[in-house]
Structure formats: structure tokens, C-alpha cells
Nanobody
Framework: QVQLVESGGGLVQAGGSLRLSCAAS???????MAWFRQAPGKERVFVAA????????YYANSVKGRFTISRDNAKNTMYLQMNSLKPEDTAVYYC?????????????????WGQGTQVTVSS
């Protein structure tokens, strides 16, 4: 089993920045990790993903150029640096990982999920 705990969410004004963290514990092998988000009344959607070595990353078009995903395997922690935040970035952000080496954007591709952290961007 793998446990994931997100932190770093909060309330920020448009144009501001936040850094989310996702701490992993348990049987954390060489898995790809990802961030998803879910706005009220909407489906959970892909935000960004990073492979085990951090050599490959992939972003949703809506966040490309503003968000940066990274990981520190020595600390079993993944990060999402979010800059130039917009009100439409408001959502609960979830980290996920799965028994895979390649990056995927579908929720079904990931086996383990955190509880989520709320990000609210005011206009």
C-alpha cells in the first residue's frame, strides 16, 4: 500500500503563487506521480505528471508555463509550484501515483490517491 498526503493549499489572490507538496509513504517504488484537480460540480482532471527519475514531465495546456511539477525521491515528496494563479485554478488538488513507469493523464491509470488540498484563488 501507498499513502499520500497533500499540503500547501490555501487562499491566494489572482496572480499569486502557492506550492503544493505530496508526501508518500509505504511501498513507494519507482512510480510515476501526478497532480489532478476537481472544481465544484466538475470532473477530476489532469494537471501535471512526472516520471520516477524526474526526467519526463507533462502538463495540461491550461497550466503549461505557470505550474512546475518536481519531486525529491530522497524525501518521497512531490511538489507543484503554481505561479500566476487564476480564479479558474480554484479546485481541490489531489496527488496520485500508480504502478507504472510512463506518464498517463487518465484518472484510471493511477492506483493511489491523497485526500486533497483546497486551493482558492480570489479575483
Amino acid at each position: 500500500q501507498v499513502q499520500l498526503v497533500e499540503s500547501g493549499g490555501g487562499l491566494v489572490q489572482a496572480g499569486g503563487s502557492l506550492r503544493l507538496s505530496c508526501a508518500a509513504s509505504g511501498r513507494t517504488f519507482s512510480y510515476t506521480m501526478a497532480w489532478f484537480r476537481q472544481a465544484p460540480g466538475k470532473e477530476r482532471v489532469f494537471v501535471a505528471a512526472i516520471n520516477w527519475r524526474g526526467a519526463a514531465t507533462y502538463y495540461a495546456n491550461s497550466v503549461k508555463g505557470r505550474f512546475t511539477i518536481s519531486r525529491d525521491n530522497a524525501k518521497n515528496t512531490m511538489y507543484l509550484q503554481m505561479n500566476s494563479l487564476k480564479p479558474e485554478d480554484t479546485a481541490v488538488y489531489y496527488c496520485a501515483t500508480g504502478r507504472r513507469e510512463n506518464i498517463a493523464v487518465a484518472t484510471a491509470a493511477y492506483d493511489y490517491w491523497g485526500q486533497g488540498t483546497q486551493v482558492t484563488v480570489s479575483s
